[in-house]
């Protein structure tokens, strides 16, 4: 081979020579320092053709056999170089910066490249493509797939990886063959240690069954095993082609040193993953948390922004990464922030109110039977109307407990109901806030009594409505105005697809700037309020396919229209 | 007037007094237990026209009386007999009861007149 030892490094401090074909039309590779033209393909380093939409690399400019480097003419040109050029640059910088991370690079590629080029190019490529599959990979036991499917393990028939996330008792592994599909398993510690330490003892990590144990392993016949140390993990990857054919060394060479370079790739997968799951055991932990919680996300969203972009590409690809994934956890977060609050103070509430109605309802229902009981006795008329108001307020009190139970009730029921009725039921329900507050409600357009049956979700509506009359109420509260000076009015419009329900008050309104995003969870006006009793409404409405919106009003107050479509 | 052997087994006082008084009104007769094992013992030694049971007792549960019962009435016996008065009426209550053959009662009643019938049928 022509680039060997010494050879390699005097590549290093010359550019690398390339020929572009007539077929390369434009100017758009352009020389650097790196890279100068060649006016011969004979003379070059690499020669580029361009066939259809791809550019197809080729060594000492030949173009017969396999391309060693075919990339989309999308590509930006400075990739192609980069990737042309890593191996020498890499080198280079080995030998300046004896930086740590770099030497871990530069080694693996030193191993790997073993004067190569090709296969030097095939684990490059192997990299970006698990790069680039990063983002796809959202649990651990789809790697194996993936492994599977790139170039460079094309003969490969099955694959299986264990990851032993460091103080952890159980070892996930993961088993993917291309005619079984997934197997997952789990195995203990001591099996797992066994084979770790089996495979790093080994120099050319190629084993087959009789040397492990066989039920430890997924994979049939001979195969290549690599043990892999990282921060928080230690992984075995293991693959083989199904058959019992020992593969040649340098296949054997290529795996060690793919998977070595790809580490850093597997770290950030894990990491992902890591992260991942602590968000879902945190957001888990916030679903059940029983008391709200403020969160500001800003600090956090700083210091991500603030990071030192300046290090290697690699890093910044890292990075970029980490933020997106930061902004796309907070998206979701933001999203379900207001399903988890809803959530939370449904289940609670709802827990607390059924304790309440049958702890309630018994001894309610026996004082009702009781004065039942009594009015059978033949006594005097004041004695029998003052029993008979005892059964009447024994009714009365399991209408309000069934009601204030039903508005916590946690289902998401699409039925047949009469709004004038859940309206009615609901107002009664904020009695204690909004006492001595003048309430008038208005239907328009409402002509038969089956116009007021609708079909929805009650629970829901009653719980909108309850929301936004309190809301009301604390508003008139806050202005420590005359309380009977004020109003709240409850109008709902039936049109012809969709019903109109608007709540207006007579308080100090909604300041502007906090109009636009009144509807986000912590957005409050109240002094003591946790800014989600709107966040849970524009949820609740969304959810019942209507919209939601606070109109401008002129004079002070505040009108909340929210609308349903009509459901037949 | 109705003569009837019924037990009443209900642990919350007030509704086992006013439905003994109201029973007895129509002319049955009437013995009340608060707690399941109570129940029992006078289930497997007394015989009744009717057993009239709340659900969900302190010790047990009305379906375990149901089921201890088993050693002195067939199946067909528990569903005559049986009348089951509950709080929670969920679906599955419902068809636990529904799979022994009883009539089932939702507490509070809707109507107390309609259910004295229940528990008056013979």
Redo the contacts between chains.
């Keep these: 081979m022509e680039n060997q030892g010494h050879t390699r490094i005097k590549k290093a401090q010359r550019s690398i020579k390339l020929y572009l074909s007539d077929s390369v039309r434009g100017s758009i590779f352009k020389s650097t320092p790196l890279v100068e033209f060649s006016k011969s393909p004979l003379n070059s380093d690499f020669s580029i053709h361009q066939n259809d939409d791809l550019y197809e690399v080729f060594t000492g400019g030949t173009i017969v056999g396999d391309p060693v480097l075919i990339v989309s003419t999308a590509t930006n040109y400075q990739t192609i170089y980069k990737l042309l050029n890593s191996n020498s640059k890499l080198i280079s910088e080995f030998r300046t910066k004896r930086n740590k991370k770099k030497l871990f690079k530069a080694s693996s590629i030193l191993k790997s490249n073993s004067s190569n080029l090709k296969s030097f190019i095939d684990i490059l490529e192997f990299k970006a493509y698990l790069q680039n599959q990063s983002s796809k990979i959202f649990d651990t036991s789809d790697i194996p797939e993936y492994i599977l499917k790139s170039k460079l393990y094309k003969g490969y028939k099955s694959c299986q990886i264990m990851i032993h996330e460091k103080g952890s008792p159980l070892i996930g592994a993961y088993y993917f063959d291309s005619s079984v599909g997934l197997r997952k398993n789990e195995i203990p510690v001591t099996t797992f240690s066994k084979l770790f330490n089996l495979v790093k003892k080994s120099k050319n990590k190629l084993f087959n069954q009789s040397q492990i144990l066989e039920s430890d392993i997924g994979v049939v016949g001979t195969f290549l095993a690599k043990e892999i140390e990282l921060k928080k993990h230690s992984i075995l990857v293991i693959i083989s082609r199904n058959d019992f054919l020992p593969p040649s060394d340098i296949e054997i060479n290529l795996f060690n040193s793919s998977m070595t370079f790809v580490s850093d790739v597997f770290q950030n997968i894990l990491l992902t993953s890591l992260e991942k799951r602590k968000t879902e055991s945190y957001m888990s932990f916030l679903a059940n948390y029983p008391f709200p919680l403020f969160l500001d996300e800003t600090p956090l969203n700083e210091a991500a922004r603030s990071f030192d972009l300046s290090s290697t590409d690699e890093d910044e690809i890292s990075i970029e990464v980490a933020e997106k994934k930061f902004i796309e956890i907070n998206d979701s977060f933001k999203k379900n922030t207001s399903d988890i609050y809803h959530h939370q103070r449904v289940s609670l509430l709802g827990e607390l109110l059924n304790t309440l109605k ?1 702890e309630l ?10 004065s ?2 009594l009015q ?1 006795e033949e006594v005097d008329e004041d004695f029998s109307s003052t029993v008979n108001d005892i059964s009447i307020n024994c009714n009365r009190c ?1 209408t309000i407990i069934d009601n204030f139970s039903k508005l916590y009730r946690e289902e998401n029921i699409n039925e047949i109901f009469n709004i004038s009725d859940v309206l009615n039921e609901t107002i009664l329900l904020t009695k204690s806030e909004s006492k001595q507050i003048p309430k008038q409600i208005n239907f328009y357009n409402f002509q038969s009594d089956e116009d007021y049956l609708i079909k929805s979700n009650p629970t829901w509506i009653s719980q909108i409505i309850f929301n936004l009359i309190i809301n009301s109420c604390q508003a008139i509260k806050s202005a420590g105005q005359e309380l009977s000076k004020n109003n709240i009015e409850i109008t709902i419009i039936k049109k012809l697809e969709e019903i109109e329900f608007s709540v207006s008050d007579s308080g100090p309104g909604i300041p502007k700037k906090l109009r636009d995003q009144i509807f986000e969870p912590f957005v409050t006006t109240k002094e003591k309020g946790t800014g989600l009793g709107l966040s849970i409404c524009s949820n609740l409405i969304n959810k019942l396919n209507g919209k939601i919106e606070i109109i401008d009003k002129d004079e002070i107050g505040t009108v909340v229209v929210f609308t349903l479509p009509i459901d037949d | 007037m109705i003569n009837m052997n019924i037990l009443v087994i209900e642990d919350e006082l007030l509704i086992q007094k006013s439905l003994k008084k109201l029973l007895e009104k129509k002319g049955a007769t009437v013995e009340v237990s608060s707690s399941g094992k109570e129940a029992i013992e006078k289930i497997l030694s007394t015989n009744f026209d009717r057993i009239v049971c709340d659900l969900m007792l302190q010790d047990i549960t009305g379906f375990d009386i149901i089921e201890e019962s088993k050693k002195k009435y067939t199946i067909e016996d528990i569903g005559n007999i049986f009348v089951i008065m509950t709080a929670y009426s969920s679906p599955q209550i419902l068809e636990k009861a529904n799979s022994y053959g009883c009539k089932v009662l939702g507490k509070p009643f809707d109507n107390i007149e309609e259910a004295l019938e229940v528990f008056l049928r013979k």
């Design positions: 049958h309802s018994n001894p309610l229902f026996g004082l009702k039977m009781a039942d009981l059978l399991q």
